[in-house]
């Protein structure tokens, strides 16, 4: 079959659908797999090897052109999320349209596959992958995939190689905070600084860079001036796509529930990953990644209110989490 998959998410959302678009390709190697994504989010999909076409579209754009189509050019459409545009787009460019149950009984008419979403939590991976197991399509490989080309390797290497120390240590990325929205994810920079001062004093030659947009610039600015000699700071100057290329320089990363945590997921950084207990890591973790380290949050019930602090992660189980995977790198 020749399928469409459509979904318009942030970040981290898109990557979480990579293992499902990498699986329909092994399924159907010979046939077309296109893939709709939000115009700011699509170029996280670039240049991966299974996609043979990759457009933008949002919830209000293009439905014009499907009204002009007078056959449906792909046997299948996939459609993550609840939009009912988009629903209707696919029924117009698509035999078949597999979706999780739609809240407007209209939209779910125009499903030939209503899936019902799980009872239970389960990986985000696995979740979405039930919408392709309505086609037949499975898979056991649930590890997130990006591809940094060469341009963009030399391009972030130009840049770092200069504003690093001479003396050679582990470069160490940090990302302090989540979206606007998930304030409550954003562990403490008072804490992010003592971690980085515990690891400076076992490793003296370390390099932080600080990641993030032009959001972060405050916390930057306090880190920069507790560690200016150990310190690169990066937060909103790259494009999404530059920053992975700097991000791969890496030899750890450390942040918070977020996109560029998935991102050094996809990448294989070696990294320690910290959760809030309102979105559990065990449901978010990048799946197959040899050299990960999740810290939850230790509440202990569900639900969890968006005010429980992120500060109750200690300084010393991260910097315990951190200390290993720089060992286990040869650090």
């Not at 939000?38 to 999909?45: A, D, I, N, Q």
């Not at 008419?109 to 039930?130: E, M, N, Q």
């Not at 200016?228 to 990066?234: D, E, G, I, L, N």
Request: proline letters at 8%; aromatic letters at 8%; one cysteine or more.
């Amino acid at each position: 079959m020749n399928i469409l998959v459509i979904n318009v998410a942030r970040i981290g959302d898109t990557l979480l659908i990579t293992p499902i678009l990498r699986a329909i390709k092994q399924a159907y190697p010979d046939h077309k797999l296109g893939c709709l994504a939000h115009p700011k989010r699509m170029e996280v999909l670039q240049g991966l090897p299974f996609i043979d076409t990759l457009a933008g579209i949002t919830p209000g754009s293009q439905w014009w052109r499907a009204r002009l189509l007078r056959q449906r050019p792909w046997d299948a459409a996939l459609v993550y999320g609840q939009d009912a545009p988009l629903i209707r787009y696919a029924s117009r460019v698509a035999k078949q349209v597999v979706a999780f149950n739609q809240p407007l009984a209209a939209s779910n008419r125009l499903l030939s596959h209503c899936v019902a979403k799980p009872d239970t939590l389960i990986h985000a991976v696995k979740g979405r992958l039930l919408l392709a197991n309505a086609l037949g399509i499975h898979t056991d490989d649930f590890s997130l995939s990006y591809q940094v080309t060469a341009e963009e390797s030399h391009a972030a290497q130009a840049w770092l190689q200069p504003r690093l120390p001479q003396q050679s240590g582990p470069l160490v990325g940090m990302q302090f905070t989540s979206f606007a929205t998930k304030w409550y994810r954003d562990w403490p920079i008072e804490q992010f600084m003592a971690l980085a001062d515990a690891l400076r004093q076992r490793h003296p030659a370390i390099c932080f860079v600080l990641l993030g947009d032009k959001h972060n610039l405050a916390k930057e600015e306090m880190f920069y001036k507790q560690f200016p000699q150990h310190t690169v700071c990066a937060s909103g100057l790259f494009t999404l796509r530059q920053s992975a290329a700097l991000m791969q320089r890496l030899h750890l990363y450390i942040g918070v529930d977020t996109g560029p945590t998935h991102l050094a997921g996809a990448l294989r950084i070696p990294m320690v990953a910290l959760y809030h207990c309102r979105f559990p890591g065990r449901n978010l973790i990048p799946l197959g990644h040899p050299l990960l380290r999740m810290i939850e949050h230790p509440h202990p019930h569900s639900p969890c209110p968006e005010q429980t602090p992120m500060q109750e992660i200690a300084v010393a189980t991260v910097r315990q989490a951190a200390q290993e995977l720089l060992q286990a790198t040869g650090w």
